[in-house]
């Protein structure tokens, strides 16, 4: 029996550009030829910074691209420090405002407001602003990681909290792992000036130069005008596995379990009945061949899970979907400690 994965965060073969980008890394490699093969500069190739520095309006000198963009990182870098509750409406701004109050606030803020990972919600229009001026008032510092924002099938985009705030104290960051391949490692970040100047040293230690061969292929892609047609094909795709996904959780789950309905992105997040230890039954259900991620794994409650519908096919979907409910019940009936 073949495993279903809702557990890979990842897009499914058919969603990568690859006769594209097998080109435009020949042409890369062909035009560049020895300033995409030799070392270069630490904070990225400087052409690709300076069409992200056009594209978000800021100097390239702002601009560091990287070797890729993990969301796990920084959830393990921040382990330990206050964690802010969200809901349906995205990161509870309420709250965050208490733990500012407090006598030793907190100067720093990671979120993903846009479908946001692991929970697939989105920050909604007020609540952006409100951060936004929270920034600017408070001089909060801010990294709004933004990997999923341009994957929207469904509604109307929202400011960043970059541009309602202006850049001063928000920092961007996103990547095109999930808009072009992740295979690429190309993730950037737009940072206040000196602290882009003050990374440099700090870069080349670590990894002395970046993918400049990768980079260079991306800007590629970028300059034939292939980005907005790729999205729009991504977009349909994504759709089509997020709508298989809601419509078998309605039909095995109803009644019995919520979930978030995402408006793009690659992830729901589903509730399970009271008392399901989800790790007791993603145990069960990788043994019945599907997996996911238990919603404790992202500081969540025992029986919540993280759904993944990049990954697998639609008609893959609804099989998995069944295969989980039929362990639901015999696992919800295990008492927690």
């Given at each position: 029996?073949?495993?279903?994965?809702?557990?890979?965060?990842?897009?499914?073969?058919?969603?990568?550009?690859?006769?594209?980008?097998?080109?435009?890394?020949?042409?890369?490699?062909?035009?560049?030829?020895?300033?995409?093969?030799?070392?270069?500069?630490?904070?990225?190739?400087?052409?690709?910074?300076?069409?992200?520095?056009?594209?978000?309006?800021?100097?390239?000198?702002?601009?560091?691209?990287?070797?890729?963009?993990?969301?796990?990182?920084?959830?393990?870098?921040?382990?330990?420090?206050?964690?802010?509750?969200?809901?349906?409406?995205?990161?509870?701004?309420?709250?965050?405002?208490?733990?500012?109050?407090?006598?030793?606030?907190?100067?720093?803020?990671?979120?993903?407001?846009?479908?946001?990972?692991?929970?697939?919600?989105?920050?909604?229009?007020?609540?952006?602003?409100?951060?936004?001026?929270?920034?600017?008032?408070?001089?909060?510092?801010?990294?709004?990681?933004?990997?999923?924002?341009?994957?929207?099938?469904?509604?109307?985009?929202?400011?960043?909290?970059?541009?309602?705030?202006?850049?001063?104290?928000v920092m961007y960051s996103s990547s095109f792992s999930k808009t072009i391949a992740p295979g690429l490692r190309v993730g950037y970040v737009v940072l206040?000036?000196?602290?882009?100047?003050?990374?440099?040293?700090?870069?080349?230690?670590?990894?002395?130069?970046?993918?400049?061969?990768?980079?260079?292929?991306?800007?590629?892609?970028?300059?034939?005008?292939?980005?907005?047609?790729?999205?729009?094909?991504?977009?349909?795709?994504?759709?089509?596995?997020?709508?298989?996904?809601?419509?078998?959780?309605?039909?095995?789950?109803?009644?019995?379990?919520?979930?978030?309905?995402?408006?793009?992105?690659?992830?729901?997040?589903?509730?399970?009945?009271?008392?399901?230890?989800?790790?007791?039954?993603?145990?069960?259900?990788?043994?019945?061949?599907?997996?996911?991620?238990?919603?404790?794994?992202?500081?969540?409650?025992?029986?919540?899970?993280?759904?993944?519908?990049?990954?697998?096919?639609?008609?893959?979907?609804?099989?998995?979907?069944?295969?989980?409910?039929?362990?639901?019940?015999?696992?919800?009936?295990?008492?927690?400690?």
């Amino acid at each position: 029996m073949e495993t279903i994965s809702f557990a890979r965060g990842v897009p499914a073969p058919e969603l990568l550009p690859i006769e594209e980008l097998a080109d435009c890394a020949k042409t890369a490699i062909e035009r560049d030829g020895a300033a995409a093969l030799l070392y270069g500069h630490t904070l990225g190739y400087q052409p690709l910074r300076e069409w992200i520095g056009e594209r978000h309006g800021v100097d390239p000198a702002r601009v560091v691209v990287t070797n890729g963009s993990t969301y796990d990182r920084p959830r393990k870098i921040l382990n330990g420090f206050d964690e802010v509750p969200l809901d349906d409406d995205g990161l509870d701004v309420d709250e965050l405002e208490r733990l500012l109050d407090r006598d030793s606030p907190p100067a720093f803020l990671y979120t993903i407001p846009t479908f946001q990972n692991p929970a697939g919600v989105t920050l909604s229009e007020e609540r952006r602003r409100r951060l936004a001026e929270l920034a600017d008032v408070r001089a909060l510092r801010i990294l709004e990681d933004d990997p999923y924002g341009l994957v929207r099938f469904e509604g109307e985009p929202l400011p960043t909290l970059f541009e309602l705030e202006g850049g001063r104290n928000v920092m961007y960051s996103s990547s095109f792992s999930k808009t072009i391949a992740p295979g690429l490692r190309v993730g950037y970040v737009v940072l206040p000036e000196e602290i882009a100047a003050g990374l440099e040293d700090l870069v080349a230690s670590t990894y002395i130069s970046p993918a400049l061969v990768t980079q260079a292929t991306v800007l590629e892609f970028l300059r034939r005008g292939l980005l907005e047609p790729n999205l729009e094909r991504v977009r349909g795709l994504l759709r089509d596995r997020r709508d298989a996904m809601l419509e078998a959780l309605e039909r095995e789950l109803r009644g019995q379990a919520r979930w978030s309905r995402p408006e793009g992105g690659y992830f729901l997040w589903l509730e399970l009945p009271e008392g399901t230890d989800a790790t007791e039954l993603l145990g069960r259900a990788t043994a019945a061949g599907v997996t996911f991620v238990p919603g404790s794994d992202f500081g969540g409650e025992q029986s919540s899970a993280r759904l993944a519908f990049s990954f697998a096919a639609p008609s893959e979907i609804g099989e998995g979907v069944s295969r989980l409910a039929r362990l639901v019940p015999a696992v919800a009936a295990v008492k927690l400690p």
